[in-house]
């Protein structure tokens, strides 16, 4: 077993990725070579103990962040707002640009990439309807839930 301190250990190759194609084609987003450079996803053994840590931990309930862990926790509706209103929302939360973050989907398919990145495309890594989207930081100090129900939650640990 490894901890979250050398999950980016336990990379595939894009071509492995199960959702390498919201990055990859053209009818979807087809991203320079240098952001797609920046997504590493984790192979299965990593997504499953990322998901582990967030669920066994009592962080993540059913469908929202677990308010007993966090000092605050802030809400963004994405049915009533833009694509740019989500955007300026996530610049907000002052996350570190460089920072790392972990994407978890399921315990099959999880990433790591940059806050940058993922906030120039968060509309790529995040599909309504279809997707529950968690992340967090390597230190595991903030979690940001985007709930299939385009309902976004951002906690901050206590």
Do not use: C
């Not at 336990?10 to 320079?32: C, G």
């Not at 997504?47 to 308010?67: A, I, P, V, W």
């Not at 968060?122 to 129900?149: A, C, G, R």
């Amino acid at each position: 077993m490894f901890s979250l301190d050398k999950i980016e250990l336990h990379t595939i190759p894009m071509e492995e990725f199960e959702l390498k194609w919201r990055f990859t084609e053209e009818e979807h987003n087809l991203l320079p070579k240098q952001h797609l450079s920046a997504i590493q996803p984790l192979n299965k053994d990593a997504s499953e103990s990322l998901g582990n840590h967030l669920f066994d931990t009592g962080l993540m309930g059913q469908y929202k962040l677990n308010k007993e862990h966090f000092s605050s926790i802030s809400k963004f509706d994405l049915r009533t707002k833009s694509e740019n209103d989500g955007r300026n929302w996530l610049d907000n939360l002052n996350v570190d640009s460089n920072e790392n973050v972990f994407l978890f989907w399921d315990s099959y398919v999880s990433a790591i990439t940059n806050w940058e990145i993922f906030k120039m495309y968060y509309e790529d890594f995040y599909y309504p309807v279809s997707d529950d989207l968690i992340l967090t930081n390597k230190n595991v100090n903030w979690v940001l839930y985007f709930f299939h129900e385009e309902i976004v939650s951002f906690g901050l640990r206590k």
